[in-house]
């Protein structure tokens, strides 16, 4: 019951450890993770950043990680108050970590900005890998 309501990848992200998506920074870059047949789609809400201020690439293997910095403080006078400040005051800097799938081509992954959303396409190999099984020999002695 649990496989197809949480079924994989998303397995991961609650019953193991370490999880799908190792870091988080609390930034405003909230994720969607999509799965098609033919590759996972990550779409990340980046609103301010341009394709320069945005970094990706592949860590350890299998990490996915997502960074972005550079995005400039708005100026403003010296005699400002702030009432309310919910679109943040900070630099706004983001980190994200996912870990992908034994099953992608790391290779060929592909992203692009467009309209304040990071896309991120993870192709799949086309046929999954065959788990690694290693018999162990019993003895009666170690």
Known sequence: MADGIFGYPFRRFFWSHPPIFREWSGSTALLDCLESPTAHILKINVPGFSKDDIKVHIEDGNFLHIKGEGRKEEPLAKDTVWHVAERGTGKGEFSR??????????????????????????????????????????????
């Open 97 to 142: 970590a996912i870990e992908l799938p034994e099953n992608v081509k790391v290779d060929q992954i592909k992203a692009q900005v467009e309209n304040g959303v990071l896309t991120v396409v993870v192709p799949k190999e086309a046929t999954p890998k065959s788990p690694k099984v290693r018999n162990i020999n019993i003895t009666s002695r170690l």
